[in-house]
């Protein structure tokens, strides 16, 4: 199992959170820092929702961004997808119901005292316990048709028109996300009129 080293929840470039579980073995939140100044400074389509990430060495950094809000991890590359993308769903949503629309002004490192703890504490469930995997491994069809991008941070960072193509492609992603979403709806109810069926006749 992987470890979770580092992790941030900014809105735009402003970091509003973050937890460096390497403590400092690694430059992770130079590296985040920048990261999250090229997606802000894109604009256009890299302001939309999107899942991607990014290898540096034997690091890999995971980027989730919902509605402006952007939550991103750096693990090793054991971790491999599924679970890091579980817990920065897991950690936007602890976020968004914590500070609801107070995330859209703060200022920087608001919410860093309170949150950081929360960004500990989940980092340790995702990185350590057994049940966030076999959890997670539900949801991991799901992951498999979003299928995330990789791309080698050296050349994101070298050369911003690298980063906006890649954003470019999350929505054809998304229109995968939707399609396999309907599909499962349908499965879920042809199997639900098939039990009632089988419970009338009993």
């Not at 968004?96 to 340790?124: H, I």
């Not at 050369?159 to 939707?178: C, F, P, S, Y």
Request: aromatic share 8%.
């Amino acid at each position: 199992m992987g470890k979770i080293q580092y992790a941030v929840v900014a809105r735009g470039a402003v970091v509003l959170a973050e937890h460096n579980g390497a403590g400092a073995a690694t430059n992770a939140g130079a590296v985040a820092r920048q990261i999250l100044e090229r997606l802000h400074a894109s604009g256009g389509a890299a302001a939309a929702d999107c899942n991607v990430s990014y290898t540096q060495g034997l690091f890999v950094f995971h980027v989730k961004r919902t509605d402006g809000l952007t939550a991103l991890c750096m693990t090793d590359d054991a971790a491999g997808r599924r679970i890091p993308f579980a817990f920065l769903e897991d950690i936007h949503g602890k976020f968004v119901k914590a500070y609801g629309r107070a995330a859209l002004t703060a200022l920087a490192y608001t919410m860093n005292d309170e949150f950081s703890r929360v960004l500990s504490q989940r980092m340790d469930y995702y990185s350590n316990d057994p049940n966030a995997d076999s959890i997670n491994r539900m949801k991991g069809e799901m992951d498999q048709v979003r299928s995330v991008m990789i791309d080698n941070i050296d050349k994101v960072l070298e050369r911003g028109d690298r980063l906006e193509l890649l954003v470019d492609k999350t929505a054809t992603m998304q229109g995968n996300t939707m399609r396999f979403k309907r599909q499962a709806r349908r499965f879920r109810n042809t199997v639900w009129w098939r039990n009632v069926k089988l419970t009338g006749k009993k």
